[in-house]
Each structure stands twice: as structure tokens, then as C-alpha cells.
């Protein structure tokens, strides 16, 4: 019932503006992938395009083996929740839900017992008969799921459906529609600019930038091992600094930066190339005041306070770097001091931005 | 500063600037037309006697009918002409929509007379239609198309079709493009999503507008005046007649406040249905 | 929208309708320029002599000014009070009652000939007033609706925090509105204005009973025109009252573009 889909070097253009550059995405049956970028990305392209709102000028999109690509939307089946709920203003809770099936030749009997089942599952069956206007943006989201899960699709997208509603509520939904849609196991595309949103639900993450894929994995590797630059950047590494290994030692290299050494470990870091990358957080760097500290000189500016630790803007040689010091000792701007990496905390990126 | 609080008490300023434009609605259009209206009950036969007296008179109550008619019939040919080029306009690409657009206010500018007068040279027995039926071999004589009610809701469509295509254009614009989608997504054919989407969506405004060319045809004057003459005397060219040429004030009287009384219910109907059932109110 | 494009027979209707708009103000010009006595399409021989003629007779003469001088007194006392109205229906919305808004587009929910009527009846008649100025509370109170309605829009979308941030700077409150908000609604101010003159150059029906010795408007004119002449006169004249509309778009045009139109 659930199906994959293949994007195939697909490329959009918007009159003489490349917007999507030779794109290739494949979901796994059953999987939730998230497409997670800034406004103008592609991630909306992307998504208009599966659901046939845009034709791609090449490639193909196919849905388990059927070619989507030339099929008008409303022949492709595929589940669509949007960004401003798009209920029918015109058409109570019920029959919002019960719309797909109408289209699909359901009797009414059977489409209103469907469509009441659905509101049970999505905790709205009270309001079958309320118009849409006089819900809330939670409920609305909500109707908005259930009409689209209704109809059974083997595939379903979702258009920022979140960033509508609060703060709490956001979390709250998040959570709702990963269960329901592990319950019903229906392939899911997945838009958003939210990364915790993207990151917390997600079986894959695709990373976007300017119509081309970043980097395209777990969440959990696009947060420890970003592929290059940009992934690093988005995902919270702030500090990238350049080194040159300077002495093998078997598995320990050793690399140098300006005004600081370090040994890293390959079997933590995988090989380690003559010319790299260091990128860390904030909390990956240390703030030490030990002149004898192994670690970058710096010089520190501006003191942010996070709750959790004080944030120091620092000028090094090595650049701008931001490091994350403790709270018994809060230091002031001009203080120099040393900036020493956590290499767990760490990742090793190629000099052109590229793992 | 004085004077700025004052600014501030808000509602008093308000007033103020407001005053002389009541003033000048109340004084100088609500009072005469009451005036008038209050008029034909005040006649000494007895309070409605204008009106028994009007709608005994056969010429008269035709009149009516006629109007009514007329603007029935003009009403509807301009609505379905009016949705359906309104429809186009809506989907038509950016630069070319702005261009159909001004195209429909052109007219709508050029006034009433010019409008039916184009039409005088039309349908007269020498006009450019009689003239190319005749070169065609269609009929063997001109046809009278003057001063026969046919002319007067061409006369008519003609004067309100633009009027209907841009407050349509303006009523589609405003059904959010995303539940158009969603219809889609979920199914919908192009038909079906027209039928049992856009349609109803639609409604309200297409209501707004068949009142706007019901009442505007109503009460038109020029038109009838020039294509229907004498022949297909309407209401308003019958006031003319009443006031200008018989001197006959109370009936005068007695028909514009029927046009009146009729006009404002309708158009109270009319807020009230497309208030109730106006679904875009998220 | 791959499935946005209309059905092709739905775009014929449509391009029919536009010729149905379109043609017959054509063929008003073309029987305007004929060379001949009676009035004819298409055009036998062209010349200007219908245009010359309507100088020549005086009524035109005449009540082509009264139509100009009606006009632009009327659209300016509209601006004057519609203006601060419009003003005070957006800025103290809240304060102020939502029927007054329904007060100022009263006149367009009347019948004008009813209006004009009434008009006559309590202004000419039942008060003596002259038929000139009967005629100019006519055409005020006529155009006073687009006035009120394209300033509000035009306001709908004024950030009213500029003029709180002038007054917070210093500013008197009055000159804050000449300087702060009339520039910022300038493109509806000439819109309105706009609307309003070419609205009361080309009404008839309140003008209707508004005439009197030596007092006419050019519409009303050439209705009369019509009844006793059928020459092409009338045709030149129709020419020139939508050749004086377009020049008046075209002078604000000019100074504004037609940005206006996107209300």
C-alpha cells in the first residue's frame, strides 16, 4: 500500500531562474523524510512539483513504479496537508474530511462513517459539523491531516504544516503526526525551515541550499558528520578552522593552525587529509584562562549568558569564533585566554568545503 | 498641549471630520428623497391614493413589469457572460491580465450615452448590422431592431457587462488559490473542483454583483431612452415623462419612490443573503 | 497550476465578449470622422468636419463648459469633504459607528434619477435655488462615494504608526496630515479624482432634471441632439467626451502611472 518515491534529476525552472538544479531523492516505503532548508531553497519547489502543481523541464518523479511526472494533480493520489490548512470554507469538518472520498466515487453512508472514524482518530469528532472558520489553528491542522489521511494515500506531504501555529502547540503536533504516521506507515515528504522540527521526527533528513541537495542522511549524522561547509554551518557548527597536519604518527596526526597544535586520533575522525577542516560548537570549545592550555589564543568580546553557560565572542588568528565558557567564572571583554578543542565534539571537514 | 489631546480624544475628532459629509448626505440626499417619498402619502384623496391610482392604470403597471423584466433578463445574460470572461481574465498570465483588465474599465468610463448611442448606430434600419444582414443575403429588407425591447437589453448588457467581468475578476481573486490545490490534490477533477469548489465559493460575490446590474438596469435612463423610446417606456424614462412633460408631480413622485422602495430592498436583501451565507470569513 | 488553463471554449466566449466591448466604440469613432449628412458605418470618405461642427452650434458650445466647470467644482468640493471623512472612517475606526461608512456610499445605492428628482423638487423648486448650484450639490453628493471609497482603500493600507511617530517627534497634529499622510495617499487621491470628474462628465440621469435656461450638461445635450438631429454631429460629440476621458487618465497617468488600478 505504502510506496516509495523516486525523484529523478529533476530540474525547475521559473521562466530564465534555475530553482531546482538536477535534483535525485529517493523515500523508502514508509519513510518520513523531512526537506529542510531557508526560504528559496527548493524545498517548496520540490514538493509542488511531486504534487504536480509545477512541471519539471527535465527528469521524472515516479511513485512506486508509476510515472508521476506528466499526471495532472488530481491523478496522482497523494495526500496533501498545507500551510494555511486550505479547508473549505464552504463545507462543514465532515465533509472536508469526507471530500477525498468523494471524489474517489465513495457513497456517502460509507464516506461519512470513514470520515468519522478519521475525526475520532485525530480526537475532533465533536466538531463534525462545525464550519471550518470557527476552529482553532490546531484544530485546523488537524482536520487538514485527516482529510488528507483519509483517502489512503501511498504518499503524503506536508507544506510547513507547523508554522502557523505557536510555539507549544508546534511541539505538540510534531509528536501527533510522527505517530500517526508510523501507525499508518505511509510513505512521508516533509517541508519545513524548522530543524529541530525536521530533526526530531524524521527518518532522513534532506539538507537544502539555492535548488541543490546538501546532504541527504539521518539526522544523527547530519549532526555529528556534516558533509561540508553549509551542513556544518546549519546544523551548529560556528567554528570552522583551517589546519595543516604536520606529523603522522600511525593513527595520531598532528596538525597545526595559527598559534595552536593538536593531535587527533583516525580511528576517531576516519582519515584525516593533509589539508582540513576543524569544525566545532560553541560547546566544543573550551574557554581556559591556564596560559600553559593547549589551545588557540584569543582575545574575548562580547559575554552572552545562555542559562546553561556564558557565550563568548572571540578574535583569534584563526578568525571570529564563538566558544562556550563555564558559569563560575564569567570573564570580562579583553580578557585573552585560550580556546581549547572537545575533539569528541569535533568534526573533520576537506579544505573546499566537502567531506 | 491642548490640542493634542484633543487629537487624542479620539472619537470627538471623528465626528468632526465626518460632519460636513453627513451633513451633506443627510441634508442634501436623505431629506429631499424622504421629502419626496413622504410627498405621496400626504395626497388629499387619501394616503395611498397615488398608488391605487398608479397600479390601476394598465400603461402603467405594464411599465413596471416591463422594467423588471428588462432587468431580469439583463441581469442573468450579463452574469453568465460576465463569470465566464471573468473566469479567463482571472487565469490569464500576469501581463496580459493587467491589459484585459483595463480593457474592461475602458468602457465603464466612456459614459452611458456614448455606450447606447454606439448601439443607435447598430440596430437602426441603416446600421452597420441591417447593413451586412442584407449584404449576406440573410433577410431582403432591414429588420427593425429599434425601439423593440431586444435593443434596449443589448443596449444594457452591453453597459453592464464590464461592470460584472471586473467585480468577478475581483470575487475569484479572492478565493485563496490553496483550497483550489487542496481540491486538486485530493482528487478533483478540473470540472469537479469548478463545480464543487469554485462555484459555491463564488456565490456570494455573484450575488453582489447580479443586485449591482439589477438595480443599476432598474433605474437606468439614457439607454432605454435612446434604443427603446417611447415604444418600451420604462420606469425611468416614465418619471421623465411624469415630471418634465406632463408636470405631474405626485405621479412623478409616486414612481420614483417605487424605484426607490424597490432598489433598497434589494439590495437589503441582498447584504443580508450574502452575509449569511459567505463562507470566506476564516 | 498545470490544469489552470481555461477550457478553450470558455476563452473564445471570452474574446467574443471583448469584441462585443470593444466594436461598437470603434465604430462610434469611425462614424464620427464620415463625410457624410447622415450617420454611417463604415466611414464614407473621413473628415473632421462633424468634430468642427460641434463648435459651431452653441448648445455644444455651452454646455460643454457647464459639464467642465460641474465637474471639477463638484470632484473638488467631493475631495474636500470626502477626504477628511475617509480620513476619520479609517484613523478612528473604532470609535465611529459602522453605518456612517454605509451614510457616505448612500448615493450610489440610490436611484440617481430619483436623486435628481428630489433635487429638483426641494432645491429648484421648493427653495429657489439656482439651477447651477442645484446641479453642483448634484454631481458633489454623485461622486462623493468613489471619493470616500477609493481614499479609504488607499488609507486601508497607510501605516498610521508614521503619523504617530511625526507627532511623537514634534509634529501638530494638522500639519502632520498635509505632510505626513495626504503624500502617502497621494495615488488615491488623484485616483479618486479621476473617478469622480469623468463619473459627473458622464452622468445623465442626475442631470436629468437639473436643466434649465442656459444651464445644461454636455450628456444631456446630446441626448436632446438626438432626438432632433440624427447627424454625425452626435457621433464627433460621443468622440469627444471619451477623448476628454482618456486625456484626463492620461494626465494623471502621467504623473502617477496606473498603479492606481491594482485597488
Known amino acids: ?355 | 498641549m491642548t490640542s493634542r489631546r484633543f487629537w487624542r480624544r479620539s472619537g470627538a475628532t471623528g465626528w468632526a471630520l465626518t460632519a460636513p459629509a453627513t451633513l451633506a448626505v443627510i441634508g442634501l440626499l436623505i431629506v429631499p428623497i424622504g421629502a419626496v417619498i413622504a410627498g405621496t402619502f400626504m395626497d388629499p384623496r387619501g394616503v395611498f391614493a397615488p398608488y391605487i391610482s398608479y397600479f390601476n392604470s394598465g400603461f402603467r403597471t405594464t411599465v413596471l413589469f416591463r422594467t423588471l423584466q428588462i432587468s431580469a433578463l439583463t441581469t442573468i445574460i450579463s452574469l453568465i457572460f460576465g463569470f465566464m470572461t471573468a473566469y479567463v481574465v482571472s487565469r490569464a498570465p500576469g501581463r496580459l491580465k493587467s491589459l484585459l483588465i483595463v480593457a474592461a474599465v475602458f468602457p465603464l468610463l466612456t459614459g452611458v450615452v456614448v455606450r447606447a448611442f454606439a448601439w443607435l448606430i447598430i440596430l437602426g434600419r441603416n446600421g452597420i448590422l441591417n447593413q451586412t444582414l442584407l449584404a449576406l443575403g440573410i433577410v431582403n429588407e432591414p429588420l427593425e431592431m429599434l425601439y423593440t425591447q431586444g435593443a434596449v437589453i443589448v443596449g444594457m448588457v452591453y453597459l453592464f457587462v464590464p461592470l460584472m467581468v471586473l467585480s468577478l475578476v475581483g470575487v475569484l481573486e479572492n478565493i485563496p488559490k490553496d483550497v483550489l490545490q487542496a481540491s486538486s490534490s485530493l482528487g478533483a477533477s478540473p470540472m469537479a473542483t469548478f463545480w464543487q469548489v469554485l462555484l459555491p465559493l463564488a456565490v456570494p460575490g455573484l450575488i453582489v454583483g447580479a443586485v449591482l446590474v439589477f438595480t443599476g438596469s432598474f433605474t437606468a435612463y439614457a439607454t432605454p431612452q435612446l434604443l427603446g423610446g417611447e415604444r418600451q417606456t420604462v420606469l425611468a424614462t416614465l418619471l421623465q415623462q411624469r415630471a418634465m412633460v406632463s408636470f405631474d408631480w405626485v405621479g412623478a413622485s409616486t414612481i420614483a419612490t417605487i424605484m426607490t422602495v424597490i432598489t433598497i430592498s434589494i439590495v437589503l436583501a441582498m447584504s443580508h443573503i450574502a452575509r449569511r451565507i459567505n463562507p470566506i470569513a476564516t | ?263
Open chain 3, 1 to 263: 497550476m498545470m490544469s489552470d488553463r481555461p477550457h478553450p471554449i470558455l476563452v473564445v466566449i471570452a474574446a467574443l465578449v471583448y469584441l462585443f466591448l470593444m466594436v461598437p466604440l470603434v465604430i462610434v469613432v469611425g462614424a464620427a470622422l464620415s463625410d457624410t449628412t447622415y450617420l454611417t458605418f463604415p466611414p464614407q470618405g473621413l473628415s473632421l468636419r462633424w468634430f468642427e461642427n460641434i463648435f459651431a452650434i452653441s448648445a455644444f458650445r455651452r454646455t460643454i463648459v457647464t459639464s467642465l466647470q460641474i465637474a471639477f467644482l463638484g470632484t473638488l468640493f467631493a475631495l474636500l469633504i470626502g477626504i477628511p471623512a475617509a480620513y476619520a472612517l479609517n484613523r478612528f475606526r473604532v470609535e465611529l459607528p459602522k453605518w456612517l461608512g454605509t451614510l457616505f456610499v448612500l448615493p450610489i445605492l440610490v436611484p440617481e434619477i430619483v436623486f435628481g428628482f428630489a433635487l429638483l423638487k426641494s432645491l429648484t423648486v421648493g427653495a429657489g435655488v439656482p439651477i447651477f448650484l442645484a446641479l453642483l450639490v448634484g454631481h458633489t453628493l454623485l461622486v462623493l462615494p468613489y471619493v470616500v471609497r477609493v481614499i479609504s482603500a488607499s488609507l486601508a493600507s497607510f501605516d498610521f504608526s508614521i503619523e504617530e511617530a511625526a507627532i511623537s517627534l514634534g509634529s501638530a497634529p494638522v500639519k502632520t496630515f498635509f505632510t505626513i499622510v495626504l503624500p502617502n495617499v497621494r495615488a488615491g487621491v488623484i485616483a479618486a479624482f479621476i473617478l469622480a470628474f469623468i463619473t459627473s462628465l458622464n452622468d445623465v440621469s442626475v442631470s436629468l432634471f437639473l436643466t434649465g435656461p442656459g444651464i445644461s450638461t454636455l450628456p444631456i445635450q446630446i441626448l436632446a441632439h438626438v432626438e432632433q438631429f440624427f447627424d454625425p454631429t452626435v457621433a464627433s460629440v460621443s468622440v469627444l467626451l471619451m477623448f476628454l476621458t482618456v486625456a484626463v487618465m492620461a494626465i494623471v497617468e502621467r504623473t502617477l502611472g496606473l498603479t492606481f488600478l491594482a485597488k
Open chain 1, 1 to 355: 500500500m505504502t510506496q516509495p518515491l523516486h525523484i529523478d534529476a529533476v530540474s525547475a525552472h521559473y521562466g530564465t531562474t534555475k530553482v531546482l538544479e538536477d535534483l535525485s531523492l529517493s523515500v523508502q516505503a514508509g519513510e518520513l523524510v523531512s526537506l529542510l532548508g531557508a526560504s528559496g531553497c527548493g524545498k517548496t519547489t520540490t514538493l509542488r512539483l511531486i504534487a504536480g502543481f509545477l512541471s519539471p523541464t527535465s527528469g521524472s518523479i515516479t511513485l512506486g513504479g508509476r510515472d508521476l511526472t506528466r499526471l495532472p494533480t488530481h491523478k496522482r493520489d497523494i495526500g496533501l496537508v498545507f500551510q494555511n490548512y486550505a479547508l473549505f470554507p464552504h463545507l462543514s469538518v465532515l465533509d472536508n474530511v469526507a471530500f477525498g472520498l468523494k471524489q474517489r466515487g465513495i457513497a456517502p453512508a460509507e464516506r461519512r462513517k470513514r470520515a468519522m472514524a478519521m475525526l475520532e482518530r485525530v480526537g475532533l469528532a465533536a466538531l463534525a459539523d462545525r464550519a471550518p472558520g470557527a476552529l482553532s489553528g490546531g484544530q485546523k491542522q488537524r482536520v487538514a491531516l485527516a482529510r488528507a489521511l483519509v483517502i489512503e494515500p501511498p504518499l503524503l506531504m506536508f507544506d510547513e504544516p507547523l508554522s502557523n501555529l505557536d510555539a507549544k502547540l508546534r511541539v505538540d503536533m510534531r509528536v501527533e503526526i510522527r505517530q500517526l504516521q508510523r501507525a499508518n506507515g505511509t510513505t512521508s515528504v516533509y517541508v519545513t525551515h524548522d530543524q529541530e522540527e525536521a530533526f526530531s521526527i524524521s527518518d532522513r533528513v534532506a539538507i537544502m541550499n539555492a535548488g541543490r541537495l546538501m546532504q541527504f542522511d539521518r539526522p544523527e549524522v547530519l549532526y555529528r558528520r556534516p558533509a561540508n561547509t553549509f551542513v556544518a554551518r546549519f546544523v551548529g557548527f560556528e567554528n570552522i578552522i583551517p589546519f595543516k597536519a604536520v606529523a603522522r604518527d600511525g593513527d595520531v596526526v598532528t596538525a597545526e593552525t595559527a598559534g595552536m597544535r593538536l593531535r587527533l586520533s583516525q580511528s576517531l575522525f576516519g582519515a584525516i587529509p593533509d589539508t582540513f577542516l576543524l569544525a566545532t560548537r560553541p560547546d566544543g570549545l573550551t574557554v581556559s584562562i591556564e596560559a600553559a592550555a593547549e589551545g588557540l589564543p584569543a582575545r574575548l568580546g562580547l559575554r552572552t549568558y545562555l542559562g546553561r553557560a556564558y557565550q563568548y565572542q572571540c578574535e583569534t588568528a584563526a578568525g571570529h569564533l564563538i566558544a562556550n565558557g563555564i558559569l563560575t567564572t564569567p570573564l570580562e571583554a579583553g580578557t585573552s585566554v585560550k580556546l581549547v578543542p572537545v575533539p569528541e565534539q569535533c568534526t573533520i571537514l576537506a579544505p573546499d568545503g566537502d567531506e
